[in-house]
């Protein structure tokens, strides 16, 4: 299974300003998805991190606030902007192992904005 | 669009006690089915997977789903369950490529008393 690293861990953050989240594996994907996991609740698909061209985002995401990139097929990074508090949240990447139709998730950053 | 639903936000069992936790989907197609657990402070760990063939697929931990199409159901079941299977569980169900952009349930928090 793929090994997944995000950075930073953890951060509280002033509303307004932006943070951006590291992604690494330890293996190339082909497929890397960023995840949002709010208080108590379940996850949600943010976007679907493409390698060497635009992320494909969801329904309720905007590029603007949530810019990602994937400069290879072993990293990338998810920007938060312009927070608020209604960003604190749990951020996860995740990898699809293709051969096995199984997604694996990283640690998560668990993000707070007062 | 797919959907999951969890029907049990909170369960409560025994330690050694059997536990069963709901899980009914929403999908035109064949779905490709997951339950994953997640710990406190924790990521998301893939306890199993079905894709086709036998609708009784075996997990890590001692855990087995049942795959019902009939009643849209893939139920997660342990015969015994342990102090440390305290923790939150969500179904998803996956399109595209089978695990690719998954859309989870809201999860179901399970306490374990001894």
């Known amino acids: 299974s793929a090994v997944i690293s995000q950075k930073p861990s953890r951060d509280i953050c002033q509303r307004g300003t932006s943070l951006t989240i590291q992604c690494q594996v330890d293996?190339?994907?082909?497929?890397m998805f960023w995840y949002r996991q709010q208080p108590g609740q379940s996850l949600t698909l943010i976007a679907t991190?493409?390698?060497?061209?635009?992320?494909?985002?969801e329904s309720g995401f905007v590029i603007d606030k949530f810019p990602i990139s994937r400069p290879n097929l072993t990293f990338s990074t998810l920007t938060v902007s312009n927070m608020s508090p209604e960003d604190s949240s749990i951020y996860l990447c995740?990898?699809?192992?293709?051969?096995?139709?199984?997604?694996?998730f990283g640690p998560g950053t668990r993000l707070t904005v007062l | 669009a797919q959907s999951v639903t969890q029907p049990d936000i909170h369960i409560t069992v025994s330690e050694g006690a059997s536990l069963e936790l709901r899980c009914n989907y929403s999908y035109g197609a064949t779905p490709y089915l997951f339950w994953y657990v997640q710990s406190p402070g924790q990521g998301l760990q893939l306890l199993l997977k079905?894709?086709?063939?036998?609708?009784l697929v075996q997990g890590i931990k001692g855990f087995e789903a049942e795959f019902k199409r009939s009643q849209s159901s893939f139920n997660l079941r342990k015969p015994s369950v342990h102090w440390s299977d305290a923790a939150e569980y969500f179904c998803?169900?996956?399109?595209?490529?089978?695990?690719?952009?998954?859309?989870f349930g809201t999860g179901t928090r399970l306490q374990v008393t001894l």
């Open positions: 998803a169900v996956g399109i595209y490529l089978g695990a690719s952009k998954l859309t």
């Open positions: 991190a493409n390698q060497g061209s635009e992320a494909t985002y």
């Open positions: 293996s190339q994907v082909t497929m």
């Open positions: 079905y894709f086709s063939g036998d609708t």
């Open positions: 995740s990898v699809v192992d293709v051969g096995h139709n199984e997604q694996f």
